[in-house]
């Protein structure tokens, strides 16, 4: 039995937060060995990291997200530091988390601290899902009002300064 980290950032710029992720996922993995809740024989196998890669589009159709698809069989363990780092979309994280109990492999969601297999884990995870989705969309629309009000005052709206500018 193994058991893989997920770890995902949106920009470069978010390096650190790569290696913060990793960390608490090594973490999370050596308690868990000791604390008797994954088995002895369990070997921590990897992490997979989606660099530049946003969280909406689906987990398995990043990267990172498809190698870790390929080599999990059932019984594997997968540990995410943030419910958002591997779901911003609720459709997605619902249609995953049944793949996944389809395939016999846990989730380990480390800040939630549930597990979605239990009923009220499973009510937790959903309504996180829920939560993570409305966040994107109001991101989404914080930019483009502030977009919409630089094209009103004539200000770039882009990388590149206009000719004339």
């Given amino acids: ?10 920009t470069d710029k978010q390096s650190d937060s790569l ?24 070997e921590f196998g990897g992490s997979f990291a989606d660099e530049d890669k946003s969280g909406s589009t689906p987990l ?6 498809y190698e870790m698809l390929k080599v999990i069989r059932p019984g594997d363990h997968i540990i995410v530091a943030k419910h958002d780092r591997a779901f911003r979309c609720m459709m997605d994280a619902c249609t995953t988390i049944k ?10 969601l480390i800040n939630l601290g549930i597990n979605p297999g239990t009923p ?28 919409a009000h630089r094209k009103r ?13």
């Fill in 153 to 165: 005052t004539g200000r770039p709206v882009n990388q590149s300064t206009p000719i004339g500018y």
């Fill in 120 to 147: 009220i884990g499973k009510f937790v995870f959903h309504v996180m899902s829920a939560f993570a989705e409305l966040e994107v969309e109001f991101i989404r629309e914080r930019i483009r009002e502030a977009l």
């Fill in 60 to 65: 398995f159709e990043r990267p990172a997200g």
């Fill in 1 to 10: 039995m193994k058991v893989y980290g997920y770890t995902r950032v949106y």
């Fill in 19 to 42: 290696a913060s992720q990793e960390s608490l996922i090594q973490d999370y993995f050596e308690r868990m060995k000791k604390l008797g809740d994954l088995p002895e024989e369990a």
């Fill in 99 to 108: 793949q996944l109990q389809n395939q016999d492999v846990e989730l380990h």
